[in-house]
């Protein structure tokens, strides 16, 4: 049996119990603890039943017990009638194109089918596995929701290719053949690794060996074919990689994407320029660009990065105001921005992670702790300052006793020039 609990301490009280029966069923009930470090992120399961006769010392209730009739053909009380309705769920996610469906809209389908509560999300992710082998990718991040990916691996792949028929047009050959390629290049595509929770380093950015590290093997052999240059290795990283954010747009952020949009924003502050660029594939949106920039700064607060002991500081301050007169006088903005500047420079190697950030976010934390400086020694105090002499003078018509000739003022009773 499985329990699911939003309490933090329920998975301690469950093995508290499992301590106190000592039995086979606590065995059981302890071994899939120990597999499970979040009861809740896993989708686990709860029966009211098995939970109170558990926590009571009795036994497992018969409509779950192992010995009960059916029981191979029937997990936990499901009845073996729900294998049609299974096979057009599989036939539903082979029809989505959506790499972002979850477990729970895949049983949420099913209870639409059956009209009641037919698989749990446990029982789900093991039918899919069971029925796909290695052509499905089931990711299970911890406090985060199972999403379900279908690939088609090459052998599935060169099996329908070797298997297709007999085509006498040698255009439908043709296409036989790009469609079996593309299909092999965006199977090796939905095979990487998405990660949307953290946004790419700054070194992978730069680093044209993990730009092309990036893309697969297939997607960059075909590129180095189709392209005329001999050394093309940076078009074919920021080409592959626009493919490769073309496939998968809601899973990855390929580091080039993104790295070209803030490069952009930052030169040029122009919306219309990314936005362009985005619609036709070569940089992230200007929407990306801007949860980027507001993830960074919330991370990075006001603290200066890295070993500043050895460090020039100077902080660099000018105000900034926006419409400043209006009609009603509202809508107007007034405000002072400040940055650091360090001598030598220090970079950020820690990743930023992706975030959803508000005003009031940035606001909470653009605070600078003013500290006043205080001497460790007296040595001001023992300087001297001689007093400064009074100066006195007259004001006198400097026109005086001029002409003005040129640009030149000359002076009457004597021949040196002054310029004025």
């Known amino acids: 049996m499985f329990f699911l609990s939003e309490q933090d301490d329920f998975q301690k009280r469950i093995e508290q119990v499992c301590n106190d029966r000592d039995d086979e069923w606590a065995v059981e009930v302890r ?3 120990e597999c499970v470090g979040d009861l809740h992120a896993a989708d686990a399961l709860y029966h009211q039943t098995c939970s109170v006769n558990f926590r009571t010392s009795k ?3 018969k409509a779950f017990s192992p010995d009960s009739k059916g029981k191979e053909n029937n997990y936990q009380g499901r009845p073996a009638a729900y294998g049609e309705q299974f096979l057009k769920i599989v036939d539903y996610l082979k029809q989505h194109e959506d790499e972002q469906i979850t477990i729970a809209e895949l049983v949420n389908k099913m209870n639409e ?3 009641e509560q037919a698989y ?3 029982y789900m992710k093991k039918k899919l596995r069971n029925h796909f082998g290695e052509n499905i990718i089931i990711t299970d991040i911890c406090g985060k929701i199972s999403v379900v990916t279908l690939r088609d691996t090459a052998s599935c792949v060169l099996q329908e290719f070797y298997h297709r028929p007999t085509y006498q047009n040698p255009d439908d050959e043709k296409k036989a053949i790009i469609d079996a390629a593309a299909k092999l290049i965006k199977s090796d595509i939905r095979s990487l690794k998405g990660d949307k929770e953290n946004y790419p380093l700054a070194s992978d ?3 044209l060996k993990s730009n092309l590290q990036y893309v697969p093997e297939s997607l960059s052999y075909l590129l180095e074919t189709m392209f005329a240059e001999k050394d093309s290795k940076m078009k074919i990283a920021s080409i592959g990689q626009a493919i490769i954010q073309a496939s998968r747009p809601r899973v990855l952020i390929a580091p080039l994407q993104i790295g070209l949009g803030i490069q ?13 660029l985005n619609s036709l594939g070569f940089c992230s949106s200007y929407q990306e660009i801007q949860k980027f920039e507001s993830s960074a700064a919330l991370t990075q607060g006001v603290d200066i990065p890295g070993e500043i002991c050895n460090s020039f500081i100077q902080f660099v301050a000018d105000n900034v105001d926006h419409n400043v007169r209006t009609l009603d006088g509202n809508n107007t903005f007034h405000g002072m921005g ?8 220090t970079k950020r190697t820690a990743p930023i992670p992706r975030i959803s950030v508000s005003s009031d976010d940035i606001t909470s934390i653009a605070k600078v702790n003013i500290q006043y400086y205080k001497p460790q020694n007296d040595f001001m105090t023992k300087l001297n300052f001689s007093e400064l002499r009074e100066l006195r003078g007259m004001d006198k018509d400097c026109m005086s006793g001029f002409t003005v000739t040129g640009g030149m003022a000359l002076k009457e009773s004597n021949t040196r020039l002054v310029r004025y």
């Open 31 to 33: 071994g899939r603890l």
């Open 59 to 61: 036994k497992i209730p």
């Open 113 to 115: 089918l059956c009209g």
């Open 120 to 122: 749990s999300s446990v």
């Open 205 to 207: 950015v730069s680093s």
């Open 264 to 276: 952009l924003h930052h030169n040029f502050a122009s919306r219309f320029l990314v936005s362009t």
């Open 338 to 345: 400040i940055i650091a500047g360090i001598t030598p420079g």
